[in-house]
């Protein structure tokens, strides 16, 4: 059985990330969604309400199971057995990024674990979670970049009402 884990921060899940989501399930028999439980970090959404809000997200797919993990990504990788990271390329502005976190993972785990990257689809490259809190807290529309129900609980946030 071949399976891929996703990771990311997913504070909260875009369109762009379901669209990865989406085409990874179709290319693996599982595809594990883990969110990153970052101490350097201060999230909108706590790693249990991303969790949750990613697996409302991912109900219609029932190959995709959803799962947080702390500490390096290769660590998490072994204790589930798998050998593949996917991670989703928006523009060439976060291939330095993404080029740098693949390498090393390749690296610190003796080259057991490569990293495969799908390119976003093009109506959703412009997408990130940051842009999506900036905006949600001027009480603009992002409805365009996620899901309804995600929207709501984003606004929810900043104490705004859809
Ligand atoms: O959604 P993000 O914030 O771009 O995801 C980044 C992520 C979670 C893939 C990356 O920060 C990560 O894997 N962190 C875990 C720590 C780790 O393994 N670091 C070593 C590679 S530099």
């Known amino acids: 059985m071949k399976a891929a884990i996703y990771p990311g921060s997913f504070d909260p899940v875009t369109f762009g990330h379901l669209d990865v989501i989406t085409r990874a399930s179709q290319i693996f028999d599982e595809l594990i969604v883990s969110v990153l439980n970052n101490t350097q970090k ?21 190959n995709v199971r959803i799962d947080s993990f702390s500490g390096l990504l290769i660590d998490y990788a072994k204790t589930q057995n798998i050998h593949v990271v996917i991670r989703g390329l928006r523009a060439i502005t976060d291939f330095e990024f993404e ?43 992002i409805l365009p970049c996620v899901p309804a129900f995600v929207a709501d609980l984003v606004y929810e946030k900043y104490g705004f009402k859809r």
């Open 42 to 62: 201060t999230p909108l959404f706590s790693v249990d309400e991303r969790v949750n809000i990613l697996k409302e997200a991912t109900m219609h797919l029932p």
């Open 99 to 141: 080029l740098q976190i693949a390498q090393t993972n390749r690296k610190l785990s003796n080259e057991e674990i490569d990293t495969i990257f799908l390119t976003t689809s093009l109506e959703f490259a412009y997408l990130s979670s940051s842009s999506v809190k900036e905006i949600a807290s001027f009480k603009g529309d």
